[in-house]
């Protein structure tokens, strides 16, 4: 005989009710997302398509100054587009850029040459410690 407490009939039907109503939460979450409409699934492996290059080249784009790496915010797209081929086809000398733009085919770095380019419109973030 086991010592353990045999599940009844009734904690049998709660799990279930509390499955049921966790699941009616979370469908509701994702109608919820759906239905804000802010961004398109194509909008959302954009920006981590671009997150990767933060690192380096800071928030959206935006270097932190002195820093010694160049912004992409509102970089011509034509700029952007000829020197991410150059790193890729090696005409332009590089440090680490010709190993990155290898892994990007045409159609990503246009949609990235477009994202960069639109940044230049926004105000960059303040230097981490500025004054407010
Ligand atoms: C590990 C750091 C690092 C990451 C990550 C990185 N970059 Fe760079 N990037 C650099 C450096 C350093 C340079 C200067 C060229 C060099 O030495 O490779 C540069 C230069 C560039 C330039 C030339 C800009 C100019 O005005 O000359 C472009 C365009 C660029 N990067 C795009 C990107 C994009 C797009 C991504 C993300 C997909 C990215 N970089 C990710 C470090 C990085």
């Not at 049921?20 to 954009?46: E, F, M, R, W």
């Not at 590089?94 to 990007?104: D, N, S």
């Amino acid at each position: 005989m086991s010592d353990r407490p045999a599940v009844t009939a009734s904690t049998a039907r709660r799990t279930r009710l509390t499955c049921a109503v966790a699941l009616t939460i979370a469908a509701n979450a994702v109608l919820l997302a759906c239905a804000a409409g802010a961004q398109t699934a194509a909008d959302l492996s954009l920006r981590s398509l671009a997150a990767t290059c933060a690192g380096c080249h800071g928030t959206a784009g935006h270097a932190v100054q002195g820093g010694g790496i160049p912004s992409l915010a509102g970089m011509p797209r034509e700029a952007f587009m000829a020197d991410m081929r150059g790193f890729r086809d090696g005409t332009r000398p590089a440090t680490i850029m010709q190993q990155l733009a290898k892994g990007f085919d045409a159609a990503q770095i246009e949609a990235l040459a477009d994202y960069f380019f639109a940044r230049g419109n926004e105000p960059a973030a303040r230097p981490a410690g500025a004054a407010q």
